[in-house]
């Protein structure tokens, strides 16, 4: 493989999670709304707080991901998310057309922010902002 088909590789991972990400958000937000979905995170035990910033980090890291500004950082940062979300769907057994939906979908997004932030942003990736990039480890920043 060359190093442009492995760039590619790493671009279109990180636009699926992206993509994935922003449109969970979304959903959310415009489908579920947001008293739905604090409603919902409460009925699991979970403070409201948690349904807000689920929110904001598949929104901004959706985004950041599309866009490819320090794709590693926001992959990492929406493990907890894609982690949470599997354990949610536990009971639900495998396949996610279960009742609720299974495991299955969830664990595949974990695996594959895995992957984004081991493989960085490949191709067509702005890369990093100005403003903060003094606050962000050099690790991070591919």
């Not at 993509?19 to 947001?34: D, M, N, Y």
């Not at 949610?88 to 299955?104: P, Q, R, T, Y």
């Not at 942003?121 to 702005?126: L, T």
């Amino acid at each position: 493989m060359t190093h442009q088909t492995l760039k590619l590789g790493a671009f279109l991972n990180r636009i699926t999670l992206g993509s994935i990400l922003l449109a969970h958000g979304l959903l959310k937000v415009f489908v579920f709304t947001l008293p739905g979905t604090v409603g919902f995170f409460e009925s699991l035990g979970l403070p409201a707080i948690v349904a807000y910033l689920t929110i904001f980090g598949e929104l901004a890291g959706g985004v950041a991901l599309l866009l490819g500004i320090y794709t590693r950082l926001t992959a990492l940062l929406s493990l907890p998310i894609l982690i949470g979300a599997s354990v949610v769907h536990l009971g639900n057994g495998w396949v996610f057309s279960n009742a609720g939906g299974g495991w299955e979908f969830p664990v595949l997004l974990v695996v594959l922010a895995v992957v984004v932030a081991l493989q960085g942003a490949g191709q067509f990736a702005i890369g990093k902002l100005p403003v903060i990039d003094s606050f962000i480890p050099n690790i991070f920043k591919a």
